[in-house]
């Protein structure tokens, strides 16, 4: 017989009203809520009693877990640190989400608990006004929109955006506008399979659809923009058991003994009526004829969920009846993982009870400890739990005379106590010396003021691995891996006899433990300015990926592709602008280009789940290529929203990074139906790039048409184009020839003009005209740019001439844009000084534009003690922009190497790349857009490890799925 446990049941405050969390408002000014911490804020990954953990549901299906304490806005002054009220908080977080009826996981403070219950909502808050690079608070949660930045097309603006929750996390960048075409009007198009001329339309909606929540734009510009709407989910209510359910079977017209108590089951035609009766079975505690629960999703419905429970609050028990796979023989601690959802054809009832049930209710305290307030946030997406927050109600100081605070009180089988406790001391007038979290088992964190000569102004932290930290370092992550205090970072490498291996390294990332080098000497990045004064942040980089040491062979192997130079500006490069980037170390600027659009119709897209092993190689993905190395579209994950299966695709670009945020697709989510509670586009498009599906499934996609930017060529100059005022037949010099106006009208917007070689061979233009219908489609048009240039004269020593667009005409003259020693770059052609590297320029997703130089090698490279360097790509001098130098290598481990770059005659290095020994040469170096996005996807786990670099320590030991995980997926 099983004996009783010790109950708890917890029922928190009122229910919340229609808005978010109750309470009063606050304005931006007085609470910290959807802010972040200090950008230079202490990162402590691990902490005895702060758990982070993987653990399966009932279905098998994964859930990582992860703990972590925060503090923000705080400052020491008057010899005192001040955390305002919501400034330091407790946040358990599920990297997924927590649904009823599938015993997801939970941590709360520290216990291992599993979600029962959910009550939420959808707010909606109308008419919110936000200006650029303004956090605005949108309800009395804390909620805030963030109006990150803007950019334009046509020179019409659009601007991207995210919702940022309370604790400061947000999914993604969501972008909008109301100056262009709707995405619908795609579906007029008429192109055929493979090359098309450039679109005339710039397609993008002023709502974005994204599952429970939907945000729309009522008018914006450049700087600013009104929202009509912003609808979200929230939670308003989370119960949760602290223990382990019971698993029983079901016996039909009979009973099972649950403690001091039987339980009957009795069949219906409509399901199961259940009967929880005391130990005699005379008194009857609680029946309902109830359901069995299955996967569906629909279930937790807030007018469906009724039917799959029976709750006898005075009891402090739930029960629920599953339907579950026959092998799983009654236990919940192997469910299955190695077949679909719906996969078993044999299965058993079983009762499923819940029991030590805790109720906590948004905005209200927490039982057992009313200086902290709870809040519950919902994944945006699927509007099911994914944090659960507990923070300080009201503001405190620490001093030298009361130097610690308690965090909340937790629940123990064993001894409610604090689960934390804040503590510092040390203080002058405006900064502390130390400070630190010591957790419930005694365990405390380093001192986080790093510098105790300095002190810190403040005494803001993050402990824990909860995935709110990667956005909460969005503006700050560069800096803090680029920081070379204790030298370049380098993890050791996980050695196998197997090394992955592939023989072209095209459109995939580089080893996500490869080194970051940071900024180094011979890799430029600084800010170039266009014509307008709009300053552009332009950078070169070098990226090494899928190298991998040949043991049997004694050598180091670069596959192809595997070594790319990359040069990005901080947007797209312009024609007609004057703007400029660096080309192999040089500063260059763009003259002209073409490009067009790429089609493909009627093709399937696989899940990419579908692997040998369950591994994550990529030689294993079900990757379908758009255009010759142009961009693969990559099925990179599903989910069901009310069963209606959702996919998310990916364009993932050459260099291996994706285009902007995943496509959600999905069919019969429309938001105007009564029926649904998500929206999601039964179709994508953004600027110049779409998707239109045929069907929808949980792995595989058929797509009718998707079409995207390819650009084929550009062309540019080493030499600083210059700007002449030419009246009727004067003329000036070009390169070797001159150019000559002939004619011009300043109504039509027109100028003719004549360039002369140095033989008298002429070739004449009418420029423009610059017009209305010109402006309009300026600068991204080729068709309109090409109308205002004339280049003439041999490949790779063109001279050109080009209109003012700014002030085409001044003092009575027309003036002109002259560029000369014009080179010419074909895409997929060899580099034209480094036959060993081909040209794999990218384009811009939206526009068309030049996006990305990129150089890698064309053939395999191979290092070994014969052929310990390997020099980069040459420039026009013929010098090369960097060398790869092996400096210790024993045949099967890398134990020293470096990149080297010479500039004006010195010889700049790497720190030693291999500090811990390496089983491949990957890296990072430099800081662009390319080598931002792989930094970017393991921000985490990056982070981490700089910490356990910076105190010289190894990371503590994964167990468990965790530690198959990470071995598997290296």
């Not at 679109?199 to 450049?222: M, R």
């Not at 945020?661 to 953004?686: C, I, K, W």
Request: hydrophobic share 40%; aromatic share 12%.
């Amino acid at each position: 017989m099983f004996f009783e446990r010790r109950w708890k049941n917890l029922l928190i405050g009122a229910m919340v009203g229609a808005s978010c969390l109750a309470g009063v408002p606050a304005s931006g000014a007085e609470t910290p809520h959807g802010l972040q911490p200090a950008a230079d804020m202490p990162y402590i990954p691990d902490l005895g009693g702060l758990r982070a953990r993987t653990f399966k549901n009932q279905y098998g299906q994964v859930r990582h877990l992860a703990e972590s304490v925060v503090v923000r806005q705080s400052k020491v002054e008057g010899g005192k640190a001040h955390v305002p009220a919501g400034g330091l908080f407790y946040i358990s977080e599920t990297k997924e989400d927590a649904a009823p009826f599938m015993r997801d996981p939970f941590f709360v403070l520290g216990e291992h608990a599993y979600l029962v219950d959910l009550k939420s909502h959808r707010n909606t808050v109308r008419d919110v006004k936000v200006a650029k690079r303004e956090k605005v608070l949108v309800d009395k949660a804390g909620y805030r929109l963030w109006f990150d930045f803007s950019t334009d097309h046509y020179d019409k603006p659009y601007i991207q955006l995210a919702l940022i929750a309370p604790s400061g996390h947000w999914p993604l960048e969501f972008t909008v506008s109301d100056q262009f075409a709707h995405m619908e009007e795609i579906r007029k198009l008429d192109m055929k399979d493979g090359l098309n001329p450039q679109l005339i339309e710039y397609y993008l909606d002023p709502d974005y659809w994204y599952g429970a929540s939907k945000f729309t734009v009522k008018s914006n510009d450049f700087d600013k923009a009104t929202f009509d709407s912003l609808e979200y989910p929230v939670i308003d209510e989370a119960t949760f058991s602290l223990s382990r359910p019971w698993v029983l079977d079901v016996r039909q017209e009979d009973f099972r003994w649950y403690g001091t108590k039987r339980i009957y089951a009795f069949r219906h035609p409509e399901g199961f009526l259940v009967r929880v009766t005391d130990f005699s079975g005379d008194k009857v505690l609680g029946e309902k004829l109830i359901r069995p629960v299955t996967p569906q999703g629909y279930k937790d419905r807030d007018d469906a969920k009724d039917e799959y429970f029976l709750s006898i609050p005075e009891e402090n028990m739930r029960v629920e009846i599953m339907v579950q796979p026959e092998y799983l023989k009654h236990s919940d601690f192997t469910p299955w993982s190695n077949d679909v959802p719906y996969g078993w054809t044999d299965g058993l009832l079983s009762f499923v009870i819940y029991d030590d049930l805790v109720t906590v209710r948004n905005g209200e305290p927490w039982p057992l400890d009313p200086r902290y307030r709870v809040g519950l946030e919902a994944n945006l997406l699927t509007g099911k739990l994914q944090r659960l927050i507990l923070e300080n109600a009201e503001p405190f100081t620490l001093d030298d005379s009361s130097n610690s605070f308690d965090g909340p009180i937790k629940y123990s089988e064993v001894w409610n106590r604090p689960a934390f406790k804040l503590v510092a001391s040390g203080f002058d007038d405006k900064t502390v010396s130390e400070y630190y979290v010591r957790d419930a088992f005694f365990q405390r964190t380093d001192n986080m003021v790093f510098d105790g000569k300095k002190g810190r102004r403040d005494i803001d932290l993050f402990v824990g691995r909860a995935p709110t930290l990667i956005p909460i370092l969005e503006d700050s992550f560069l800096t803090r891996l680029s920081d070379k205090t204790y030298g370049i970072v380098v993890q050791g490498s996980h050695f196998t006899t197997h090394p992955q291996a592939m023989d072209n390294m095209a459109f995939n990332a580089p080893d996500p433990t490869a080194p970051f080098g940071g900024l180094l000497r011979g890799f430029n990045r600084t800010n170039v300015k266009n014509r307008r004064g709009d300053a552009l942040v332009s950078a070169e980089g070098l990226v090494i990926r899928g190298s991998y040491v040949d043991w049997r062979n004694d050598r180091i192997v670069i596959p192809r592709a595997g070594l790319f130079y990359t040069s990005r500006n901080g947007r797209n490069v312009r024609a007609l602008r004057g703007e400029s980037f660096y080309m192999l170390g040089r500063k260059a600027w763009i003259a002209t280009f073409q490009s067009a659009t790429f089609v493909r119709k009627d093709f399937d897209l696989d899940f990419w789940k579908l692997q040998p092993e369950g591994s994550l190689h990529p030689i294993y993905w079900q990757d379908v290529p758009l255009g010759e190395n142009n961009k693969m579209l990559r099925f990179t994950d599903r989910k069901f929203l009310d069963d209606r299966a959702m996919g998310l695709v990916n364009v993932v670009k050459y260099s291996g990074n994706n285009f902007g945020a995943p496509f959600l697709l999905a069919q019969n989510l429309d938001p105007t139906d009564p029926g649904t509670r998500y929206s999601v586009h039964p179709m994508f498009g953004e600027g110049s790039t779409w998707i239109i599906p045929e069907f929808v499934g949980d792995n595989y996609m058929r797509i009718k048409e998707f079409g995207t930017p390819i650009i084929q060529n550009i062309q540019y100059t080493y030499t600083e184009p210059k700007r002449v005022l030419l009246g009727v037949g004067e003329s000036a010099g070009l390169g070797a020839g001159t150019v000559k106006v002939l004619a011009f009208d300043e109504a039509a917007g027109t100028v003719t003009v004549e360039i002369a070689d140095k033989d008298g061979k002429a070739e004449t233009r009418v420029l423009g005209p610059l017009d209305e219908h010109a402006r309009n489609l300026l600068p991204q048009h080729q068709d309109i740019v090409n109308r205002l240039q004339l280049v003439v004269g041999p490949l790779n020593d063109r001279v050109m001439a080009e209109m003012d667009i700014e002030k085409p005409f001044e003092d009575g003259k027309a003036a002109l844009w002259t560029y000369v020693n014009l080179l010419y770059l074909e895409n997929e052609k060899p580099l034209p000084t480094d036959s060993r590297f081909m040209v794999r320029s990218d384009v811009c997703g939206h526009c068309y534009q030049l996006n990305e130089l990129l150089f890698d090698n064309s053939e395999e490279i191979v290092l070994d003690r014969n052929n310990p360097r390997y020099d980069g790509p040459k420039g026009a001098d013929g010098k090369p922009i960097f060398s790869i130098v092996v400096d210790n290598f024993d045949g099967e481990m890398i134990h020293a190497w470096h990149i080297e770059t010479v500039v004006r005659g010195r010889v700049f290095k790497s720190d030693n790349l291999a500090f811990n020994p390496r089983n491949n040469v990957d890296v990072l170096m430099g800081v662009n857009g390319t080598t931002e996005g792989f930094l970017r996807a393991n921000m985490l786990e990056r982070s981490a490890y700089q910490e356990y670099w910076r105190v010289g320590l190894h990371e503590h030991a994964k167990r468990g799925l965790d530690a198959w995980m990470a071995h598997k997926f290296q």
